[in-house]
């Protein structure tokens, strides 16, 4: 075999692959666009900074939406004091009957550690907040938060950890995330209820607050239609390694670790508040 149809094979494999696959670059504007606060984003390609003042804060968004996918991105917050800030990375398909897969920072006074709050949102019923507080602290230097979506389950990651498993457990009734979604980024005002559960409010004297997000930006996703629906044919193990079998549960270890965690640094589940849930939710039982 020549070279030059050998060269036409790969390419045409290559092409292949990128159909379902986004093989978009490192930086930002490959994948991603600003979608709000325009005047309030810092743009250096393999690092974005959206900033938040009194008079707006930013955000960003995929430029596909996708029907599955291992979505990671490494984010720095800002430091001292950011009560009432919120920072958030997550999933979100829109409208009404909305799903989405949330990660939120929520700031707090100077001293106090930020809280990192998690949630499932399926037909837009969610309340299925969890809280921790991380072992680090993430205004520091810049760490790794992903998002693992499947047909069969989601994980939350922080640095490769599992903080959180969200099953699918339709045949227990319980909503779960099958809608196209696209991926975001945001920093923005939630005095009203992030800190103290609204009680201390943002100290504006401390603004800008500052939301670093870090390449790169390039996603591990399975692109859907434009407001499409239907993702099944973004569950397919043979075409997308996280949608294989190795990643339908936690692996042993990564179990033990999970919830080792779990046991440590958990400070709110709703699972467990009687005040909301008398009776715990059927899914429960399987995180």
Not at 255 to 267: A, N
């Amino acid at each position: 075999m020549d070279s030059l149809k050998l060269i036409s094979i790969l390419m045409l494999g290559f092409l292949l692959v990128c159909e379902r696959v986004l093989c978009g670059g490192d930086d930002f504007d490959d994948n991603y666009k600003i979608t709000w606060g325009f005047d309030h984003v810092i743009n250096h390609e393999r690092d974005v900074h959206l900033q938040l003042d009194t008079s707006s804060g930013a955000g960003f968004a995929s430029k596909h939406n996708f029907g599955s996918g291992f979505f990671n991105m490494r984010i720095k917050l800002h430091n001292k004091d950011t009560a009432g800030v919120v920072t958030a990375f997550y999933l979100t398909s829109g409208g009404n009957q909305h799903d989405e897969v949330d990660f939120e920072f929520l700031g707090d006074k100077e001293g106090k550690p930020i809280k990192l709050q998690t949630n499932v949102i399926a037909n837009g019923r969610g309340n299925k907040e969890q809280r921790i507080s991380l072992w680090f602290d993430p205004a520091a230097e810049y760490h790794t938060y992903g998002i693992l979506w499947n047909h069969h389950q989601i994980v939350f990651y922080v640095d490769q950890i599992p903080i959180r498993v969200f099953k699918n457990n339709k045949k227990m009734k319980v909503g779960y995330p099958t809608q196209a979604m696209s991926i975001q980024g945001s920093i923005w005002c939630g005095d009203s209820w992030a800190t103290d559960g609204g009680k201390t409010k943002t100290n504006w004297t401390h603004a800008p607050f500052l939301a670093h997000f870090e390449g790169g930006f390039h996603i591990d996703g399975c692109p859907a239609d434009e407001g499409g629906t239907d993702v099944k044919s973004c569950y397919s193990g043979r075409k997308y390694w996280w949608s294989s079998p190795s990643y339908w549960n936690l692996s042993p270890e990564e179990w033990s670790v999970y919830q080792l965690h779990k046991r440590k640094f958990i400070t709110y589940d709703y699972c467990t508040d009687k005040s909301r849930n008398p009776v715990p939710p059927p899914e429960c039982s399987t995180q």
